[in-house]
């Protein structure tokens, strides 16, 4: 079965000037450009090929593959604005995809990077991405547990941090008190749950909880103490800033990082910082 936005493996029934026509089952024969074909195609051959349309609305198909395909979520550039019709986005192939009026959450400007779903549209069979993304987001409860590790793709800046679809399945938040430094729109993470709410909405942390956490920063803490000369200007009364400058992490996990150290008996904590203990 051909799906148009997908891969799909067609055999080669003729060969004619402007490239071969492969077999697209119920959607007739699909032209793959001349461009594409290997020399020395015969009738008969498989080729895995990415189906869409062309500028002039034919099915074609190509052995390249786009940034995204129908039913995934990405990040793509803004190559241009038609105000009347909509923004047309890089994906990766020589035609750009469409991201209509109709479908932006918000206007989009050239050059900038957008999360976007792409889809075909029913009505007119072509596929076009939205940014629109609440509506492409699977609405049952999530299952996920604290700790869950997640993969995450930056969707939007927002006052308390960022929207990041979680799995490509729901929309979650990392906190801006809790990063290391600022994301970008369109930077896929590995994260994990810090907590699924009882609305369903799902907090999010880049940091994995408990010991897994913990350990690590506590080592790092020890080598920056070894190299300061057993001494460093940091301590549970410090900024966040201060924290992330010097650690790349949140305040919440250098206190736990310190007050283990410190119940270890390996540092002293005082007014002015940090320091190994004798």
């Given at each position: 079965m051909t799906l148009?936005?997908?891969?799909?493996?067609?055999?080669?029934?003729?060969?004619?000037?402007?490239?071969?026509?492969?077999?697209?089952?119920?959607?007739?024969?699909?032209?793959?450009?001349?461009?594409?074909?290997?020399?020395?195609?015969?009738?008969?051959?498989?080729?895995?090929?990415?189906?869409?349309?062309?500028?002039?609305?034919?099915?074609?198909?190509?052995?390249?593959?786009?940034?995204?395909?129908?039913?995934?979520?990405?990040?793509?550039?803004?190559?241009?604005?038609?105000?009347?019709?909509?923004?047309?986005?890089?994906?990766?192939?020589?035609?750009?995809l469409l991201l209509p009026i109709r479908e932006q959450s918000r206007r989009v400007s050239p050059g900038e990077t957008v999360v976007a779903y792409v889809f075909v549209d029913v009505k007119t069979d072509r596929i076009v991405a939205t940014t629109r993304l609440e509506r492409r987001l699977n609405v049952t409860p999530p299952a996920y547990v604290p700790g869950q590790p997640v993969e995450l793709l930056v969707a939007a800046r927002t006052a308390l941090g960022y929207s990041a679809i979680v799995c490509s399945a729901h929309m979650g938040l990392l906190y801006h008190n809790e990063l290391p430094e600022p994301l970008k729109v369109g930077q896929r993470l590995d994260g994990y749950v810090r907590a699924v709410r009882p609305d369903g909405k799902i907090d999010l942390t880049l940091n994995p909880s408990g010991y897994g956490r913990v350990a690590p920063l506590k080592e790092q803490v020890l080598e920056a103490l070894a190299a300061s000369k057993g001494a460093l200007p940091l301590s549970d009364a410090s900024s966040p800033a201060e924290i992330r400058s010097v650690f790349g992490v949140s305040k919440k996990a250098f206190k736990q990082a310190i007050g283990a150290l410190y119940k270890e008996r390996r540092i002293t904590i005082g007014e002015r910082g940090i320091r190994l203990a004798p």
């Open positions: 148009i936005g997908r891969r799909s493996r067609l055999w080669v029934t003729r060969i004619a000037t402007p490239g071969v026509y492969l077999d697209g089952g119920a959607r007739g024969e699909i032209l793959m450009p001349g461009r594409y074909v290997p020399k020395g195609t015969l009738v008969g051959e498989l080729f895995d090929v990415f189906v869409h349309r062309d500028s002039e609305d034919r099915l074609v198909a190509t052995p390249e593959r786009p940034l995204a395909m129908v039913g995934e979520f990405a990040a793509l550039r803004v190559s241009s604005v038609n105000p009347r019709i909509g923004a047309f986005l890089d994906w990766g192939l020589a035609k750009d």
